[in-house]
């Protein structure tokens, strides 16, 4: 299992970035898969989850309105949409996920098993 995440940058306050995870070793059809973000001095929080067995995805309330995640455009990829960036959204972007957990609220509740290496997002003026 292989997840890479790309796509972070610096940005202003109000613009918007999408990140991809593009994954390998399995196939996005049962397994939840997530977007987490880890900020110097606070733990990490789930941003985002999939369930890749009917596209239904979850968000927490402080992103629901802001972010979105879905399926890329080429194959077992999963992007994360950010709109109207805050400079509290700074941070380090995992993708993760959980092979056993279709679910994508225990995943966004849970600690994924597999994780990606980040993509660090920086919101700035």
């Known amino acids: 299992v292989q997840l890479q995440a790309s796509g972070g940058g610096l940005v202003q306050p109000g613009e918007s970035l999408t990140l991809t995870c593009a994954a390998s070793?399995?196939?996005?059809?049962?397994?939840?898969i997530g977007w987490f973000r880890e900020a110097p001095g606070k733990e990490r929080e789930a941003v985002a989850c999939?369930?890749?067995?009917?596209?239904?995805?979850y968000l927490p309330d402080f992103v629901k309105y802001r972010f979105d995640i879905s399926r890329g455009k080429s194959q077992n990829t999963v992007n994360l949409q950010m709109n109207n960036l805050r400079p509290e959204d700074t941070g380090v972007y995992y993708c993760?996920?959980?092979?056993?957990?279709?679910?994508?609220?225990?995943?966004?509740?849970?600690?994924?098993?597999?994780w990606g290496m980040g993509t660090q997002v920086t919101v700035s003026s």
């Open positions: 993760a996920t959980d092979l056993g957990q279709a679910s994508n609220y225990a995943l966004c509740h849970s600690h994924p098993t597999e």
């Open positions: 070793g399995f196939t996005l059809n049962r397994p939840s």
């Open positions: 999939l369930s890749t067995n009917n596209d239904i995805t």
